[in-house]
């Protein structure tokens, strides 16, 4: 059974820094690509980032660019987010997501169940 | 960079209606990135259909998807009671993925 958990959400102030992780089993993680899509209180969902299976390609929504910084361990099965000099519209739970590239499918096919961001002073 | 418009935002039907939500690209778009997902409330998104029109996996054939070029349609031949949720359509290109804004299919 493929499992995303991720973990390391919570309170932080404006201009303040966390660091999420997601832990994944079930699938070959350090052939997988991952992402993470958060989603902001009753709205919808927004792509962040990504990173490849071998971390040689990342890329960023401009609207986290600078601010925030994808990893991932693939000796861990575990992948990271990095959070600093976050602002109040960072505030939503974040997913991790597993991009798979096969043949017709492009598709977020595996999602965590998040885990909750709330910037506030 | 393509923004997806879905619509209408809002549908309100009864169990056994059809459901036809559309998801509108600002430019041509590949089918072959285009996904469809559902949401309830409190869980994570789940894929549905790939590819604009292929099913994933436990995707029951009620559900199906079509279209090309701009515009694009997911239709649930018959609701049932788990179908009302929220349905976003995605594309990924230019090493970017999108969402449109949701539709969200509500008990009339």
């Known amino acids: 059974e493929v499992l995303l958990v991720e973990s390391g959400g919570g309170l932080v102030q404006p201009g303040g820094s966390l660091r999420l992780s997601c832990a994944a089993s079930g699938f070959t993680f350090s052939t997988s690509s991952m992402n993470w899509v958060r989603q902001a209180p009753g709205k919808g969902l927004e792509w962040v980032s990504y990173i490849s299976s071998s971390s040689s390609t990342i890329y960023y929504a401009d609207s986290v660019k600078g601010r925030f910084t994808i990893s991932r361990d693939n000796a861990e099965n575990s992948l990271y987010l990095q959070m600093n000099s976050l602002r109040d519209e960072d505030t939503a739970v974040y997913y991790c997501a597993r991009w798979r590239a096969q043949g017709k499918m492009h598709t977020f096919d595996y999602w965590g169940q998040g885990t909750l961001v709330t910037v506030s002073s | 960079e393509i923004v997806l418009t879905q619509s209408p935002g809002t549908l309100s039907l009864s169990a056994g209606e059809r459901a036809t939500l559309s998801c509108r690209a600002s430019?041509?778009?590949?089918?072959?990135?285009l996904a469809w997902y559902k949401q309830k409330p409190g869980q994570a998104p789940r894929l549905l259909i790939y590819?604009?029109?292929s099913r994933a996996t436990d995707t029951p054939d009620r559900f199906s998807g079509s279209g090309s070029g701009t515009d694009f349609t997911l239709t649930v031949s018959r609701l049932e009671p788990e179908d009302f949720a929220v349905y976003y359509c995605?594309?990924?290109?230019?090493?970017?993925?999108?969402f449109g804004q949701g539709t969200k299919v509500e008990i009339k």
């Open positions: 590819g604009a029109s």
């Open positions: 995605q594309h990924y290109g230019s090493s970017s993925w999108t």
């Open positions: 430019q041509s778009v590949s089918s072959s990135y």
